[in-house]
């Protein structure tokens, strides 16, 4: 059975720092991508941030560049989205999700999600 399980979300202080993890199972971890996708009220779901298990090629939106870090353990299987200097707006429900060898590829695996709530 496929799954994509995330935790670390909270609440967190405007300004602070969390630590999403996504584990992944069922799938070969290696060849796919691991997105972070996220949901605030009332919006659409959007790219956050992106990693490739095959080369470790890295992705991320323009809004997050230089606050928010994505990396991964192949070892684990499990991909870590690092948020610093979190802002209100970043209050979303954040995703991830596994698209087949590119970050480009349709996302075929989602997880639940985990919120995070930034207070101001």
């Known amino acids: 059975e496929v799954q994509l399980v995330e935790s670390g979300g909270g609440l967190v202080q405007a300004g602070g720092s969390l630590r999403l993890s996504c584990a992944a199972s069922?799938?070969?971890?290696?060849?796919?991508?691991i997105g972070w996708f996220r949901q605030a009220p009332g919006k659409e779901r959007e790219g956050v941030s992106c990693?490739?298990?095959?080369?470790?090629?890295?992705y991320y939106a323009n809004s997050v560049k230089g606050r928010f870090t994505i990396s991964s353990d192949n070892a684990k299987n499990t991909v870590y989205l690092q948020m610093n200097s979190l802002k209100h707006e970043n209050t979303a429900i954040y995703y991830c999700g596994a698209g087949f060898m590119s970050c480009h590829a349709k996302v075929g695996y989602w997880g639940k999600g985990t919120l995070v709530t930034v207070a101001s």
């Open positions: 069922g799938f070969t971890f290696d060849d796919y991508a």
């Open positions: 990693i490739s298990s095959s080369d470790g090629s890295t």
